[in-house]
């Protein structure tokens, strides 16, 4: 039987591809929809994995106007996401503490987003004493105060690939395996991969951390670095609830650590490490950056002495982070072609923000006006 030429297809099939592919079924259900991902949709190696995602109420880097009411819009969409939707629990809401020097612009920027969150409960900072007695089993350096989000949303990531997936197949999306290895633009588009050349009337590029050379193609240069992060679990002498993330900023980058029972009750710590290329993509599960579990090891012995069980992570799993060079996510059309679309660089946030980014793509896609003024995330400014 001759392929379709499908209306829009979606590349790459991690939270951010799937929710516009999902979108977009939603919005139109006469399109004939293909989403591709290089991987199974089952395993993927991409940026999405992993057991577990969070969003706060805050954030610690100086944020726009747009990016702060796509943070409010998020988090609303995925509580109605929860009550109304999907069956399945896919989050729990939780304590973060956000640590540091007062002065630091980590914690300036936390309060500064927490207290711009509409109905922000007018707490400020807690002194260095009160954050000891309120939490006595956490070890916190002197010169640290701290920050309560008391409602942050932490997400199930996998069950949530896993509902978007079945949610878009049950609606008559179609999805399929294959490495794309060109894409020939056009009034239809060609997709080729080793396997099948797919024809589509428009495209959204939604390709992580691989996403560096396919846009070369396009002479759009987007820098981007893929960071490669290791998630280590330590396991907890029992129970400690409730426990609350922590975000610590410390010798000035942060490290987050969060309490999980993904494998039994378990810390779980996670920080961006060192730079890797494209080619270390093939195999991210070989990675391993021994000089971090060593500072990891040492931050949980510091930090969390008393808490943990083990002197060594229990489990290690590796991922990696895509950043562009001003954190800001590249979001839009392509400059000269119009039916490619861009949702890559989520540097760090996208799965947490993954609801008002599809909102955005899908309206592109749409040719709707987006709710945002979306021209901070234009591809354009990497030309
Ligand atoms: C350890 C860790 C913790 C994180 N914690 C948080 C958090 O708490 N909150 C938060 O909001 N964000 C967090 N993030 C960031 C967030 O996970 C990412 O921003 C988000 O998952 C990016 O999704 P994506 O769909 O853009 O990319 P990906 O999930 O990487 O998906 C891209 C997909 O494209 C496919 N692909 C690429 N090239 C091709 C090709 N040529 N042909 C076919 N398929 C292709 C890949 O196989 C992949 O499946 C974290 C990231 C890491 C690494």
Request: some cysteine; overall charge neutral; charged content about 25%.
């Amino acid at each position: 039987m001759e392929s379709p030429v499908y209306d829009a297809t979606v590349l790459g099939g991690g939270i951010i591809g799937r929710s516009i592919a999902l979108k977009l079924i939603k919005a139109k259900p006469e399109f004939k929809v293909l989403l591709i991902d290089q991987f199974s949709m089952s395993e993927s190696q991409g940026s999405s994995k992993g057991r577990s995602k969070g969003i706060q109420k805050t954030h610690w880097v100086k944020e726009t106007d747009t990016m702060r009411q796509m943070r409010i819009d998020s988090l609303q969409e995925w509580e109605s996401l929860q009550m109304t939707v999907c069956p399945k629990t896919i989050m729990r809401k939780h304590e973060a503490l956000f640590v540091g020097p007062a002065d630091c612009p980590f914690m300036m920027y936390t309060l500064d987003s927490l207290q711009k969150y509409p109905g922000f409960d007018g707490m400020g900072y807690m002194s260095n004493a009160s954050l000891r007695e309120q939490y006595p089993n956490i070890h916190f350096s002197d010169d640290c105060v701290g920050l309560l989000d008391a409602s942050e949303l932490c997400l199930a990531a996998d069950t949530i690939l896993e509902h978007i997936l079945e949610e878009f197949e049950n609606l008559g999306g179609t999805t399929k395996k294959g490495q794309v290895t060109e894409i020939t633009p056009g009034d239809t588009i060609n997709i080729s991969t080793k396997e099948k050349v797919y024809q589509t009337k428009k495209i959204v590029i939604a390709t992580g951390p691989w996403s560096g050379p396919m846009m070369q193609e396009y002479g759009i240069d987007i820098s981007l670095k893929r960071k490669h992060a290791m998630e280590m679990y330590w396991k907890l002498k029992k129970p400690y609830i409730p426990c609350p993330s922590l975000f610590e900023y410390k010798n000035k980058s942060m490290v987050w650590t969060n309490y999980t029972t993904e494998h039994g009750p378990c810390l779980k710590i996670g920080f961006p490490g060192e730079i890797i290329t494209h080619e270390d993509l093939h195999d991210v599960n070989k990675l391993h950056d021994k000089k971090m579990v060593i500072a990891m090891t040492k931050y949980i012995e510091d930090t969390f002495g008393e808490m943990v069980s083990t002197i060594k992570p229990t489990q290690i799993e590796n991922c990696v982070y895509t950043f562009t060079k001003d954190g800001k996510f590249i979001l839009g059309r392509h400059p000269e072609k119009n039916n490619i679309f861009f949702a890559v660089g989520m540097s760090g946030r996208g799965f947490g923000y993954s609801p008002a980014i599809s909102n955005i793509v899908c309206d592109l896609v749409l040719d709707r006006q987006p709710k945002y003024d979306i021209s901070e995330f234009d591809v354009a400014r990497f030309k």
